[in-house]
Nanobody, 121 residues
Framework: QVQLVESGGGLVQTGGSLRLSCAASGRTFSYYAMGWFRQPPGKEREFVAA????????RYADSVKGRFTISRDNAKNTVYLQMNSLKPEDTAVYYC??????????????WGQGTQVTVSS
């Protein structure tokens, strides 16, 4: 069972930037795609971004395209989410999840505890 620990959240003003990190335990990190999801207050968890096992393929929600960038460092068992031009509607708890396959189109689970991102207007 993989363990995921998110960090890097915080309070930022509109237009600001944050970089989230997700550290994974275990030896199989590089075998699987990884994804970032978020849960805004009072809403369901939603997809944000995903990256394939090698980093060669990525996918983004329309709402974050051009503003967020997902990346990974397999040597460090870590996946990142660089968030620029933040908006109040980006306020949410952000979770990373491990995919069930090497490609971005699979399902995601094994959630971490989440990290809060709050964007003030």
């Amino acid at each position: 069972q993989v363990q995921l620990v998110e960090s890097g959240g915080g309070l930022v003003q509109t237009g600001g930037s944050l970089r989230l990190s997700c550290a994974a335990s275990g030896r199989t990190f590089s075998y699987y795609a990884m994804g970032w999801f978020r849960q805004p207050p009072g809403k369901e968890r939603e997809f944000v971004a995903a990256i394939s096992w090698s980093g060669g393929s990525t996918r983004y929600a329309d709402s974050v395209k051009g503003r967020f960038t997902i990346s990974r460092d397999n040597a460090k068992n870590t996946v990142y989410l660089q968030m620029n031009s933040l908006k109040p509607e980006d306020t949410a708890v952000y979770y990373c999840g491990r995919g069930d396959s090497p490609v971005v189109s699979g399902a995601y689970a094994n959630w971490g505890q989440g990290t809060q991102v709050t964007v003030s207007s």
